[in-house]
């Protein structure tokens, strides 16, 4: 069932795993019920050793994460204040930033706050990268060395994290 597990952020319910699995089965002594209850309770214990282990999460509700499309998002003001603050503001090294369940991300950084920014209306990705540009990137390398970077090869990164954020919103 790990690949269940292999895309970050990532939904599923066990029924997920147990469909999977009958789909993927090839003996025909597998597809007994005794044998389905037998995964389903194997699975259930996966899951159960994977979050007490941390390498799952467990949530009871469903939180909508709305992805980047073009001209159909964008990033309200409230979510652009709060970047502001806690990347450039007062906040600034003293509190983290978080999605709705308080999940710390940890990367965020000033190039994000113009991304977001760009993103106050709904935009097409080529159209962001462009805005973007207009802004020097840099990434520290393992070896401590800054390198300046494209517009066009930060821009999925900041989607990627302002998507795990929450923050996008449909017009």
């Not at 499309?69 to 603050?85: A, G, H, S, W």
């Not at 308080?102 to 000033?110: A, G, K, R, S």
């Amino acid at each position: 069932m790990l690949h269940l597990m292999e895309t970050p952020n990532k939904s599923f319910k066990i029924q997920d795993g147990v469909k999977y699995w009958k789909e993927n089965i090839q003996d025909e002594n597998d597809k007994t019920e005794e044998k389905i209850n037998e995964v389903t309770v194997n699975l259930r214990k996966f899951i159960l050793n994977s979050m007490i282990n941390g390498k799952i999460k467990f949530y009871c509700s469903e939180n909508e994460t709305i992805p980047f499309e073009d001209n159909e998002v964008y990033i309200p003001e409230k979510f652009r204040n709060y970047l502001k603050t806690l990347i450039v503001g007062e906040g600034a090294g003293i509190i983290g930033i978080a999605n709705s369940r308080n999940e710390i991300i940890n990367d965020m950084n000033d190039v994000d706050v113009v991304v977001v920014d760009i993103l106050a209306e709904p935009k097409t990705k080529e159209q962001a990268i462009k805005e973007l540009e207009n802004t020097k990137i840099y990434r520290t390398m393992q070896n401590g060395e800054r390198v300046q970077i494209t517009a066009e090869e930060y821009f999925p990164e900041s989607i990627t994290k302002l998507e795990y954020l929450g923050y996008f919103t449909k017009k």
